[in-house]
């Protein structure tokens, strides 16, 4: 069994939801938590000090794109990823699985790895297992996952049983390679004082007994966390919700749960009603580059002409910089001028409104009040508003 890295502070009693903190090399995180992605080493126009006042815990960066440019080498001259961008918080860097499936221009699946070309230059490369805890370690990353196959939905489910044999092949050998860096493992320049914990991933797209087998077979590898991929790609909300309630059962209560890439307001409540603790997604800031706000009303989008005189804050109840010194006048005038300014500044409340938001549902948990904090934000919550 692998020592503990997380702790449960709450347990709702009407429903799964618990907050908890998880410990890592660069410091803890409260869950539950929403995690900014910041995809080649930034979250798209937002900086570091922003993110900080905006309240976020932990950022999000990929392997796959930090692989290609600027290179495992540059990032280890510079000290690790922590030093290279200058974040003194943690860290979460993903296999790079799925944007060699999804960007790249060819991608061939063989028993010791993956071969791709890069959707940059058209490079061939080819990524084993290994190689990918090697890059994260390299990084200095402080939660990291093992290469896997995201299958597409809709999927046969006999393209589904192969993938899961070849995830699940390749997430022993990450584990092995994992190991041999613990037990060798000496603390490093921005890398903290203890190695980067591994977190298993659940596949098995939409099919309930291939979920749960996925689960169990995870779990006898004993991995630090659980991570859970392949949702969000298109499968109707319904059918996700049922997929992680026949999943998050079969996970073990005492690690945390991560659910991978899905990021709007109401599957976030409904995830964490389930159990799931931790999230990433690119909602926030790639609906803020497109003029789309959220607000505890719901969300609208800035460039309707309702807007040419409204000189109320995007949401008068937010502690953002942009709500406390903008309106959403100026924002829509930003917009339709296209200037740079309008995507940053609706990008930065939204962070602030989904790092608040997980916040929120931490307080209710604590509280005991997750249930009347859910229903009455459903109440208000508008899915789209003119």
């Known amino acids: 069994m692998m020592p503990s890295c997380f702790e449960i502070k709450n347990i709702d009693s009407k429903t799964r939801a618990r907050a908890g903190v998880l410990i890592t090399a660069h410091g803890e995180i409260k869950t539950p938590v929403f995690m900014p992605v910041g995809t080649q080493a ?66 061939k699946i063989k028993e010791n790895g993956v071969e791709f070309k890069s959707h940059i230059d058209g490079s061939k490369h080819f990524l ?56 060798a493992w000496s603390p490093r320049p921005g890398g903290g004082e203890t190695p980067p914990l591994l977190f298993g991933i659940v596949q098995g797209g939409t099919e309930a007994d291939l979920r749960k087998r996925s689960a169990k077979i995870l779990v006898d590898m004993d991995f630090p966390g659980y991570s859970i991929g392949g949702l969000s790609v298109g499968e109707p909300t319904e059918l996700m919700y049922e997929t992680l309630n026949a999943t998050l059962p079969e996970l073990p209560k005492d690690k945390p749960r991560y659910l991978m890439g899905v990021g709007l307001p109401l599957d976030l409540l409904e995830a964490v009603s389930q159990g799931v603790d931790m999230f990433d997604c690119v909602v926030p800031t790639r609906n803020g580059r497109n003029a789309t706000v959220f607000t505890s009303k719901g969300r609208f989008l800035l460039r309707g002409a309702s807007y040419i005189r409204d000189f109320r804050p995007i949401d008068e109840d937010c502690p953002c910089y942009t709500c406390h010194n903008h309106t959403r006048a100026y924002l829509r005038h930003l917009f339709n001028s296209e200037e740079y300014l309008a995507g940053r500044l609706a990008s930065l409340h939204n962070l602030t409104f989904f790092i608040q938001l997980l916040d929120s549902m931490r307080k209710a948990i604590e509280q005991e009040r997750f249930v009347e904090f859910r229903k009455e934000f459903e109440s208000n919550f508008e899915p789209s508003r003119v």
């Open 42 to 107: 930034t979250v798209k126009t937002i900086s570091n000090e922003e993110l900080v006042r905006a309240g976020a815990q932990v950022i999000l960066s990929n392997t796959y794109h930090l692989y290609l440019r600027p290179g495992e080498a540059v990032i280890e001259a510079a000290g690790g990823l922590h030093r290279f961008i200058n974040w003194q918080r943690p860290i979460l860097t993903d296999s790079g699985g799925f944007q060699i499936f999804s960007l790249s221009t060819l991608n």
């Open 128 to 183: 084993t297992p290994e190689d990918v805890i090697r890059i994260q370690t390299t990084l200095g990353s402080d939660i990291i996952m093992p290469l896997d196959e995201c299958v597409k939905h809709p999927s046969a489910r006999g393209y589904i049983e192969r993938s899961l044999e070849t995830t699940h092949a390749w997430a022993r050998r990450s584990k092995e390679a994992w190991l041999r860096n613990v037990r």
